[in-house]
């Protein structure tokens, strides 16, 4: 485990800042380079490591009813550039990832309500499946909702959340070999390189900039429609 400890360098702060970038590489790459698989590639980093982020914000959060509330405004916030970088108009046909992680936070706290008290889950074995069942649902919602990444959101964030307490390297992969197993055609195949950074998380939260990674999404998304607008007319 010491061993380990040597690599495990990168705080919460330094993971979200990894997962931005390659976000705007994804994007740029799927809005104006569509050719170009390398930016998508890179883009595959960005989607198990927010993940992983949100399970680990709704596991340490101090108030769980506003940090769903804060993700849901957010949500809103988000669709309608959403909207105008991928579809050019306001629609419904695709929902942006921020729903996505509301459904999956959502799910989390239904699952921790049936399953009551922390670790009663080993006690009662019941309560377990019907909290799975319910974050199934969830699950069956957001693919209802066509929110990006649809299921495989949810169930990621879900698998991130209750294997926290396994050994930092079994939970990294499981939640990866998820995404990865399930999403393998074309570029998708170097999700697994997510593995990295998330293995070398030291646990810690790093600087917070909380409202930055919020702002960060509908903000590019909005900065990348305004450019794809005027290059593209």
Not at 75 to 80: F, N, Q, T
Not at 82 to 96: C, P, T, V, Y
Request: charged residues 15%.
């Amino acid at each position: 485990m010491n061993n380990i400890k040597k690599y495990q360098i990168l705080d919460g702060t330094t993971l979200k800042i990894i997962a931005m970038i390659s976000m705007v590489f994804d994007h740029a790459g799927d809005m104006f380079f569509p050719d170009a698989m390398w930016l998508r590639m890179i883009g595959r980093l960005a989607m198990p490591i927010f993940s992983f982020c949100i399970a680990e914000g709704y596991t340490h959060t101090r108030d769980k009813i506003r940090y769903l509330y804060r993700i849901g405004i957010f949500a809103l916030i988000s669709e309608i550039p959403f909207d105008l970088a991928f579809e050019g108009k306001i629609g419904f046909s695709h929902q942006n990832i921020m729903l996505s992680f509301f459904l999956a936070v959502a799910a989390l706290m239904v699952y921790d309500r049936i399953i009551g008290e922390e670790g009663s889950e080993r006690k009662h074995g019941g309560k377990t499946v019907l909290g799975v069942l319910a974050v199934a649902a969830i699950s069956i919602l957001s693919f209802l909702l066509r929110t990006d990444y649809t299921f495989f959101a949810v169930i990621a964030v879900f698998l991130f959340y209750v294997f926290r307490k396994k050994h930092p390297l079994i939970r990294a992969g499981i939640g990866v070999a998820f995404l990865s197993i399930t999403r393998t055609i074309g570029y998708y195949c170097a999700t697994g390189f997510s593995f990295i950074p998330l293995a070398m998380y030291n646990g810690k939260k790093g600087k917070g900039l909380k409202w930055l990674f919020y702002l960060f999404y509908p903000g590019h998304l909005l900065l990348l429609a305004a450019i794809k607008h005027i290059l593209l007319g």
